[in-house]
C-alpha cells in the first residue's frame, strides 16, 4: 500500500513536474517572442516634435557638410582632370607632332633619294636610248645608202639598157672601152702572164 | 720568125675549127695519094674557113705546104696552152670591133692569148674583161656607182 501511495505521490510529482517544465518553456517561448518584437516606445508629443526638430536639423548639417566636402572633391578633382588633361594634350600632341616631323623628315629624304635615283634611272635611259637610236638612225643610214647605191646603179643600168632598147651601138662605146683597157693595161698584163 | 696565131683565130673555139680544118685536110690527102696509086676514084677535097688558110700562111711564111709543115703546125696547135681572157659587152661585137679588141690585147698584154665574146644587154655600156684571176669592171653602171658623191651632190644641186 504504502508502495502504491509512494508510486501515486512519485507519479505526481512527475506530472507536476512535467506541467510545470511545460509551462516553463512556454513561458520562455513567450519571452523570446516579446524580445524579437520591439517594443512600442511611447514618446510624448511634445519630445517627438523636439526630437523631430533635432533630427531635421542634424540631417539639414550633415547633408550640407556632404554637399560641402562633395563639391570640394569635385572641385579639386576636375581641377587635377583638367591638369592631367592639358599635361596629356600638350605632351602627346607635342611627341606626336616630333614624331610625325620625323616621319615627315624620312619621308622626304627616302622620297628625294627615290627621285634623284629615278632621275639618274632616267637619264640613263634616256642616254642610252638616244644612244642605241643614233646607232640605229646610223646603221639604218648606212643600209638605206648602200641599198641607194645598189639600186642606183641597177636602176642607172637598167634606164640605159631599156632607153637604148635593143639597138646597142659598140661603135660609139670603143673609144670607152679602149680607154678603159689602155689605163689599165698593165693590171691586166701582169695577171695574164702570172695566170699561165 | 716566130708563129704568130692570126687576130682572126682568138679564141680556144676557133683554134679547135682550124686544127680539126687542117687534119681533116691530112686524112684527106693521105686517102687520095693512096687511091691515085690503085688507081681508084678518091673523095672531093674538103672545104675549109678563111680563118684556116689564114693560119697555114702565117705558119709557112711564103714556103711551100708539106705533109710534114702541116704535121707540124697540127702538133703546135694542140700543145698551145694560152690563157684566156672573157670580154663581156652590151652586145656582140661586129668583126671590126672584134679584131680592134683582139688586136689591142695581143699588141698590148700578150700575143700568146684568147679571147672569148660574150654579150650582156643589161651592161648598157662599156666593158667587163674576166682574167685568169681577176675581174675589171668598166661598165657605165660600175662608172655611175663609183661617181655616187657626183650623183649625190646633182641630186641636193637639183
Redesign the interface.
Known sequence: MEIIILAGIVLMLAIVVVAQSFQLRKADQQKKLQAAQPKPVAVSEPTAAELDAKLKTAYEAKITEATGTFGEDLKATSQKLSEQVSRLTTTVIEEELEAYQKTLEEVRKVATQAMEQIHQAVEHQRVELRQGMEAELAAEKKVLADKFDAKMGDIVASYISESLGSGVDLGSQMQFILTSLEAHKEDIRKDLLGGV | MAFELPGAVYSPQLLEAVTFDIERYLDWYRETKIQKKVGAKGKEEPTHSAETVLVIEAWLGGKPATVESLEALVKYLKEL???Q?HVM???L??RS?RE??VD??RA???P??FLSFVAD???????V?R????V?D?????E??AG?DK?AGIIRRV
Open positions: 696552152k694560152w690563157p681572157v659587152l652590151a652586145a661585137p661586129n670591133q680592134a679588141l689591142w690585147f698590148n698584154t700578150t700568146h692569148l644587154r643589161n651592161l648598157g655600156g662599156g666593158v674583161i682574167t685568169p684571176n681577176r675589171f668598166f661598165t657605165w653602171k660600175q655611175l656607182v655616187r650623183l
